[in-house]
Nanobody, 123 residues
Framework: QLQLVDSGGALVRPGGSLRLSCTAS?????????IGWFRQAPGKEREGVAC????????FYPDSVKGRFTISRDDGKSTVYLQMNTLKPEDTGVYYC???????????????WGQGTQVTVSS
């Protein structure tokens, strides 16, 4: 069964940058899966912030992060990255990666999830 490990979360000042990583473990790779990044703030629903197609040629973002976040994949390393620039306090939350058959910014349809990594944007 595919297992995902999220990492890279930290405390960062507004305007700063972070790169999150999503790595496959358990002897499986990420090739053949669309991967999405989601975040969840306290008291709020999980929301999609980026997703990438199986081929890596298509990526999707909500307006709230478009132009600031970039998702990319390196199937050779079984890793998907989320580069986050110009971070804002409202980007704070626990970030999760998920694996699915098709890319989507909605959490339904994702079969496997990472354990989450905390991102806090604060001065």
């Amino acid at each position: 069964q595919l297992q995902l490990v999220d990492s890279g979360g930290a405390l960062v000042r507004p305007g700063g940058s972070l790169r999150l990583s999503c790595t496959a473990s358990g002897g499986f790779g990420l090739a053949g899966y669309a991967i999405g990044w989601f975040r969840q703030a306290p008291g709020k629903e999980r929301e999609g912030v980026a997703c990438v197609s199986v081929s890596g040629r298509e990526a999707f973002y909500p307006d709230s992060v478009k132009g600031r976040f970039t998702i990319s994949r390196d199937d050779g390393k079984s890793t998907v990255y989320l580069q986050m620039n110009t971070l804002k306090p409202e980007d704070t939350g626990v970030y999760y990666c998920g694996a699915a058959q098709f890319p989507s910014l909605r959490p339904g349809g994702y079969d496997a999830w990472g354990q989450g990594t905390q991102v806090t944007v604060s001065s």
